[in-house]
């Protein structure tokens, strides 16, 4: 899990999971892993043991749960959501938050409905306006956090009321909207799924990837003078993902495959990855994330950085209204209602974003998304009301805060030590 600047402690830790890793190759990697478990850097283990633990349990209660056909629609149901928690992650960087997400993803879904099918206008303009009036409206409360200091929990509780009205003002007496079943956006989030040679391609090149970024980190190391990791190490990493890839690629084709829309909300969080651990910009999240003070001592602009991050928050908002839109083929008053803020939030959290700031990764939001609509879907096949769903999800979002907190305290008395 991308982290924070490190304390010279925690630098020192690090320095010795290296050595660790050069000196005994695979065994070294195991004992430092251990001991960064030890020292209360969790990263994504607990996550992973949960939703390993869930789909056990709900596989024993129903057969059906991990088959092919459940896991393409567990998959599916997790792209909209999920992409509007990619936004929440950023925010909760910051140590910030945002509790109109649902609200935005319903106004751009109102745009899209109304401006589609009444006004006529092309679909491809429609879906950039539904995605610019998101990012307005995040570039908004950024203005009002970083000009006039208002708390973002006020601010976007604002919103939240705020744009549930411009969403009913927009609908008009339209209580729902039907987008045509021919449209491109809805035969791209119903019906379009990767040829299996094209799923494989792709497990292929992620591998690759995961090699190349190891390698040049090595590279760049051994050219800087510095200790670089174990070769065996690299390999192991990218060809587990591989096998891994591959399996579950070969699994979903005996069904409908990998579906198109599932696919770009994981490109969104790879790119957004990419981004937080490769780039000047993602660094600075992080460091204003742990302080900001400290931050804007060192030259980081951090309103703008400020900025920047709700503008991204709210236009992942729009767009995963857009893609809820798209997979029901219709818009309503209650599009981006109901519990939509509150997964979004919930699958930030329980993927392992602290709301401390300054901790955490894009790809919380896909192991936080996978574990409520596991919930949810498990419970569904059931034959369980969403009372149980709202109890079961409220604990786990419950436990991983409490699991944060405690591998918070121990990471800071590690490092006063």
């Known amino acids: 899990m991308t982290k924070a600047p490190e304390t010279p402690a925690q630098v020192a830790a690090d320095l010795q999971d290296e050595r660790l890793i050069r000196e005994q190759g695979l065994g070294g990697a195991v004992r430092a892993f251990g001991r960064r478990v030890r020292g209360g850097d969790l990263g994504s283990l607990p996550v992973v043991v949960g939703l390993i633990v869930i789909w056990v349990v709900f596989q024993i209660l129903n057969p059906n749960f991990l088959s092919a056909n459940n896991l393409v629609n567990l998959t599916l149901q997790c792209a909209a959501i999920g992409t509007i928690s990619i ?5 909760l960087l910051l140590g910030q938050i945002d509790l109109s997400v649902g609200s935005v993803s319903g106004v751009a879904a109102a745009i899209l409905g109304v401006g589609f099918t009444q006004l006529h206008w092309p679909l491809a303009l429609t879906v950039i306006v539904a995605i610019l009036a998101g990012s307005l409206i995040g ?19 604002a919103g939240l009321l705020g744009f549930l009205g411009v969403q009913l003002w927009i609908l008009g007496p ?3 909207i039907n987008i045509p079943y021919d449209s491109w956006i809805v035969n791209f989030a119903q019906q379009t799924f990767l040829p299996p040679w094209a799923a494989y391609a792709l497990a292929a090149i992620a591998a690759l990837s995961m090699f190349w970024s190891d390698w040049r980190r090595n590279v760049r190391r051994r050219n800087a003078g510095l200790s670089e990791g174990s070769m065996a ?9 591989l096998i891994g890839l591959c399996i579950a690629v070969w699994y979903l084709s005996t069904d409908r495959g990998t579906g198109a829309m599932f696919l770009f909300f994981v490109i969104l969080v790879v790119i957004m990855n990419f981004f937080l651990t490769r780039t000047k910009w993602g660094r600075s999240v992080f460091a204003v994330g742990g302080s900001v003070e400290a931050a804007r001592r060192a030259g980081i602009k951090v309103n703008r950085i400020f900025i920047s991050v709700f503008v991204l928050c709210s236009t992942f908002a729009a767009i995963g209204g857009l893609l809820a839109a798209a997979r029901l083929a219709s818009v309503s008053a209650g599009s981006g209602g109901t519990d939509t803020n509150l997964n979004a939030i919930a699958a930030a959290v329980i993927g392992g974003t602290s709301l401390f700031g300054g901790r955490g990764s894009a790809w919380s939001a896909l192991l936080g998304i996978l574990v409520i609509q596991s919930i949810s879907n498990g419970l569904t096949l059931l034959n369980l009301d969403s009372s149980y769903r709202f109890m079961i999800t409220g604990a ?3 436990l991983a805060v409490i699991i944060d907190s405690l591998s918070r305290r121990s990471r800071e008395s590690h490092g006063q030590a």
């Open 87 to 91: 936004g929440i992650v950023l925010v």
């Open 139 to 157: 570039f908004l409360y950024g203005q009002l956090f970083t000009r006039f200091g208002v708390p973002s929990f006020v601010i976007t509780l």
């Open 174 to 176: 339209n209580s729902s």
């Open 233 to 241: 190490v690299v390999l192991i990493k990218s060809g587990l993902l």
């Open 396 to 398: 786990v979002l419950l």
